[in-house]
Each structure stands twice: as structure tokens, then as C-alpha cells.
């Protein structure tokens, strides 16, 4: 699941700093911890967001409104394959991608250099 997660983040990585999105992208293996672990962070002038894998499945994402202090998602799910943990990211991601977009009349951060995890196998 993790090495699916770096995947996804390097095939979105270029459109969130397109979008002025700063992404940061952090892994553990189980040399680091008990469970395996990968969270993508991503920050906007007015939404954050957090998602996070673990290497049993277990998914979780929230995606906050700044200004407002409130939760707009927040999404705990246990995935059986990496197609379904991808198939959430994405929506949730596009939920993301459109309350920070310049349509909406958002202007976000400029972005930093990012982080990115060596490559693992699960």
C-alpha cells in the first residue's frame, strides 16, 4: 500500500504545485515504527489537508477549512487493495483541488520544495 501511495503522490505532485499547493510527503517503514505509515500534507491559503495510509489498509483523510477552523472531510476507511485507496484519494483530492482552486476565489501559498520517501516494496 505504501509504494502505491508514492506513486500517487509523485502523479499529483506537479499539479499541486501548479496550483500553489505545498505538499509534503512523509514514510516509515517497519524499521521505524510498528506499522507502516505514509501521510501527504497538503496546505492552501484557505484549506489543509492530511491523508494518511497505513500498510494493513487503513486509510484516513481530512481536508480543513482554515478560515472557518472546521472539518470539511474526514474519512477513516479500511481498503482491501490498492485500486480502492486510490479511488479515494483521488475523490477526496478533487474535493481538495476544487475548494482551493482560483475559481472558487481562493489564492493559495506559494509552493516550497517538497519531501518525497525513498521507494518501498509492501
Not at 65 to 93: F, G, H, T
Not at 100 to 122: A, F, N, R, Y
Amino acid at each position: 500500500m505504501i509504494s502505491e501511495f508514492l506513486r500517487w503522490f509523485r502523479a499529483n505532485e506537479r499539479r499541486w504545485q501548479d496550483s500553489n499547493i505545498l505538499a509534503r510527503i512523509k514514510c516509515s517503514t517497519e524499521e521505524d515504527m510498528p506499522l507502516e505509515k505514509g501521510v501527504i500534507e497538503l496546505e492552501a491559503k484557505l484549506a489543509v489537508a492530511s491523508f494518511t495510509v497505513w500498510g494493513d489498509g487503513a486509510l484516513e483523510i481530512i481536508i480543513l477549512d482554515v478560515l472557518k477552523k472546521e472539518e470539511l472531510v474526514v474519512k477513516d476507511r479500511q481498503v482491501a487493495n490498492p485500486n480502492d485507496m486510490v479511488a479515494i484519494l483521488d475523490q477526496s483530492n478533487e474535493l481538495f483541488m476544487k475548494v482551493t482552486s482560483p475559481s472558487s476565489g481562493l489564492k493559495s501559498v506559494s509552493p516550497g520544495p517538497s519531501s518525497i520517501c525513498g521507494d518501498q516494496g509492501d
